[in-house]
């Protein structure tokens, strides 16, 4: 376990270069579905550091599991909105709100909250995520006009297009969910 940690840290501290946060946000699609989604994950492989730490912490506030995947929710929510990610291009504090809230406000408790909540919640969890990425791709496809200042309006297609396709895909994972029983495969 610890070395999921320290591979969630690597990625982080990788994610974090100048050179490569630079690459990664010079392309929108990439930046959000990209960038940002390996900051949660590098949250979820370092989370497991953090209950070791701090059990009490995460046993008093997250007993349940629905603290921690409402800050996930809200926090993710949060960098799905347009002027998110242009602010995160141009204001430094707003980058590092990025680098902090992604991974270890998003990550951290989406990790200690995945097995509390149980299969209903999240069947649920990933109902939201469908939603999300379709609201997304309505936003961004559907857009007649440039809604990132620091994105072309071909990137805002592109994005809603790729935001349509993982919205699709987790569409068919939610679907198989109903009708194929995963304690075969547990």
């Known amino acids: 376990m610890m070395k999921q940690s320290f591979y969630g840290l690597l990625l982080f501290i990788f994610l974090i270069l100048p050179p490569v946060a630079a690459i990664m946000e010079s392309v929108m699609i990439v930046h959000m579905h990209m960038q940002m989604t390996l900051l949660v994950i590098s949250g979820l492989l370092m989370g497991r550091f953090f209950q070791l730490k701090f059990p009490r912490f995460f ?15 809200i926090i993710w929510s949060y ?63 559907g857009a007649d006009s440039q809604i990132c200042n620091n994105y072309l309006e071909v990137e805002q297609k592109t994005l ?27």
């Open 79 to 141: 960098w799905m909105v347009p002027r998110a990610m242009d602010e995160a291009l141009t204001m430094q504090m707003v980058e590092l709100f990025k680098f902090g809230s992604l991974p270890f406000l998003a990550g951290v408790p989406l990790r200690d909250s995945w097995k509390k909540i149980g299969a209903a919640g999240q069947k649920v969890i990933f109902g939201f995520l469908v939603i999300m990425f379709s609201l997304m791709a309505l936003l961004y496809i």
């Open 160 to 186: 809603g297009w790729g935001s349509l396709f993982i919205g699709a895909l987790l569409l068919i994972y939610v679907i198989q969910l109903f009708f194929i029983d995963q304690s075969e495969y547990e």
């Open 59 to 73: 046993s008093k506030w997250n007993a349940n599991g629905i603290p921690g995947i409402l800050l996930f929710v």
